[in-house]
């Protein structure tokens, strides 16, 4: 994917100071991201942070017995198989939405809105960032990472410096 401005990042949390680093993502199902966090073997918390196209973005968080996932816009999974394979991997269903209107639906977020509420981001600020329609699925990202204090480090590594 190319048309929009994507990339894929990990992040974790080591002596107090947050790890951020890019990874190839071909954005066509969740495995990727999750071997890309599970790779870094960390003993804090690490998750991925996906922004496709700046369409929508995908937090996905590994643990041991379990794999997390929340999607910023479940309307993308209509005509994206990114996003649908998201939902199935949710196991959620796929809004039944003709392609032609998703320009008249307002987004909503859908998966573990807790995913990152251990590390300061309860759901309901999660929420909040993902209802701020003004922002670009990049800026959430964004913000997300200021809440959690590695803004700055995310825009040096994927160049929204």
Do not use: K
């Amino acid at each position: 994917m190319d048309d929009g401005f994507s990339f894929a990042v990990t992040a974790t949390l080591a002596d107090g100071r947050w790890h951020v680093s890019r990874f190839n993502d071909d954005f066509t199902g969740i495995a990727t991201s999750v071997r890309a966090v599970r790779g870094l073997r960390s003993e804090g918390p690490a998750f991925a942070l996906l922004n496709v196209e700046d369409e929508y973005f995908v937090i996905v968080r590994p643990t041991p017995g379990n794999t997390f996932a929340f999607l910023s816009d479940a309307t993308m999974a209509v005509d994206d198989d990114f996003a649908a394979s998201i939902m199935d991997e949710l196991d959620a269903d796929i809004p039944d939405l003709d392609p032609d209107d998703l320009d008249d639906v307002d987004p909503w977020p859908e998966g573990d809105f807790d995913i990152l509420a251990d590390l300061g981001v309860a759901e309901e600020v999660l929420s909040v960032i993902c209802d701020d329609l003004d922002l670009a699925p990049s800026e959430q990202l964004l913000r997300i990472a200021e809440e959690l204090g590695f803004d700055d480090e995310l825009a040096r590594v994927t160049g929204m410096d």
